[in-house]
């Protein structure tokens, strides 16, 4: 079968690979029919060393199941599903409690496993890291339901950390896809007023079109201060960061009133959270991390089943297996939001 | 009237300084009786500095009061009162919220007020920021009283951000004076394993008596790996940073499992929190900082007062105002865990 694979910054291959077979019971083989390149997948497509032997990338899908272990009794060959970015046991203390990123059996995907840009993937603990989804491969909701996999669920995950609740306020810092879900998360759960900061009018638009009652343009200290003066408060009782640099970290901290919440959902790219002066001095929380997509994918599906909300409005581009290495440039260049990949 | 100056680091002197006086209605002139060093007056004394004038220093006081304002009605001449180290106005959306130290109209003491170490102070809003002590001021209780002030009300405030709750696993790093009371807060909220990180035995031993089940004098990751083993687990439920530095805050996060939580009062040194990367894989939400004791001694007294708890002990000399200097000196070189001071 065909996979992509990185070698290094900025070199994206298709290649043939091995086709994936069953190696546990709890394993299934998974046919990709939709796969996307994540915000995060362009850290290493940045920054990665060159070596001479590729790694699998990419780790959202969407597929037909192939064939199952003998251990596999939830789904079965032709079930059309949706796997998490990081898969599970299902059955550990932490997947118990809805923290599937932290399952000591758990894993993303291409590292020592199979990515998601490619035809098929061998999938582990199929029983639990697998959601059904009750239509055809080829519906509309597919973009929507892709979301699932991480993009969306990351955005709800950087809500809840930040305790959105209804009637409070929001802001959401920075306009990437995994930002402008989290708009729409907010939204979802009850937020009045949601800011969201960031300077791509095509993206921000599409913020709007999600909840976001007010955008701010500027950064720094001029955007902070404007943040402050639309809400007419101190800040917001709940901030989500969506992007992982210093200064993005720290103007989090700084538009959110003291005892409020900041969830976090960009990984920080220093290796510490700035700004800890603010955090300390105004009790301000911060919360998230690694989003457990395989455990909150069930609470989302219904409201995109029901197409009352359509997180799949981000992608803004569909490309063929073969012209991956064109989609990293073009997301990378900001020429796309999102792309999402048809094997 | 006599009160403690700071003219620089290692520079500690009591002079006379003019006598207090009512400024504003809604003020109370206290006579000081009961006063203490905290560790956070160290800062400046290891680094500030060095100015022509000095300034006052000193934040934790119960007295006397002598004379109020004419809006005073809660408390009035001759009732013995303790101050928070933050005083506030009581009537702020934060204050109403408990969140004390983040009043607009509030500060901590001797900045542009009196300061604690000396004969006697000025006390804003003083209805909401003095809670008035049923007791003789020579009583027994004296010592634990005062600790609500500062040192046990952040202690609290510790075990309270970092959700200590009954039955839960706590770790506390560092034996300083605030380590050991978020011991004993950690205790009176429930926790069924403490185990307290420090290596001074004197100070661990009295962790012990407060509570500790556990002691662990490794430091970095021999110790992070220690407390593990006692544990049993992959850390912590709830971790208590009573330090500041980035090697504490560090190992406060690697001894919290995942999507456990960090309360931090100790101020963090480098203005950053470092290890970010365990704080997001491991989703670990970090809370806490300036603690709101004028809003938690109310809570904490009734136990203070039935002798139920003696954070007082962690007072191991007593000395006059003039010996202000020696002691600084004491708690600076590790002689004396806490220092009361009876002007």
């Not at 810092?173 to 937020?191: E, F, I, W």
Request: hydrophobic residues 35%; charged residues 25%; proline residues 5%.
């Amino acid at each position: 079968m065909k996979a992509t694979l990185i070698y290094g910054a900025g070199d994206i291959r298709v290649e043939e690979v091995p086709d994936p077979k069953l190696e546990n019971p709890t394993d299934a083989i998974v046919r990709i029919t939709h796969s996307c390149i994540c915000g995060s997948d362009l850290w290493p497509y940045k920054n990665r060393e060159a070596t001479e032997q590729g790694g699998r990338i990419g780790h959202e899908f969407i597929g037909v199941v192939e064939e199952t272990g003998s251990d596999i009794s939830r789904v079965k060959q032709g079930d059309v599903v949706v796997a998490p970015f990081f898969y599970a046991d299902g059955t550990c203390e932490y997947c118990q409690a809805g923290l599937t990123t932290a399952c000591p059996n758990g894993s993303a995907w291409g590292a020592e496993t199979d990515g998601g840009q490619g035809e098929a993937a061998r999938v582990p603990f199929a029983d639990h890291s697998l959601m059904k989804l009750d239509v055809p491969v080829e519906s509309e909701l597919m973009p929507s339901l892709l979301t699932l996999s991480d993009v969306f669920g990351t955005g709800h995950h950087a809500a809840v950390s930040a305790r959105v609740e209804p009637g409070k306020d929001v802001v959401v810092v920075g306009d990437g896809a995994v930002g402008l879900l989290a708009v729409l998360a907010a939204k979802r759960l009850g937020a009045e007023r949601i800011v969201l900061m960031g300077h791509h009018k095509a993206r921000t638009d599409l913020g709007r079109e999600f909840g976001a009652t007010d955008v701010v343009e500027e950064r720094g200290e001029e955007g902070e201060q404007k943040v402050r003066d639309v809400l007419g408060t101190d800040g917001a009782h709940s901030t989500i960061e969506a992007v992982g640099y210093d200064q993005s970290l720290s103007t989090a901290l700084n538009v959110t009133k003291p005892g409020g919440f900041v969830g976090i959902v960009g990984v920080p790219q220093s290796g510490t959270i700035p700004n800890a002066g603010r955090k300390f001095g105004a009790n301000i929380t911060i919360a998230g991390g690694i989003a457990p997509t395989q455990a909150n994918m069930h609470e989302l599906l219904p409201d995109v089943m029901d197409g009352k909300i359509e997180p799949g409005r981000v992608f803004d581009r569909t490309i063929g297996l073969d012209e991956t290495p064109e989609g990293y440039q073009a997301m990378n260049d900001r020429e796309a939001l999102k792309v999402l990949v048809r094997p």
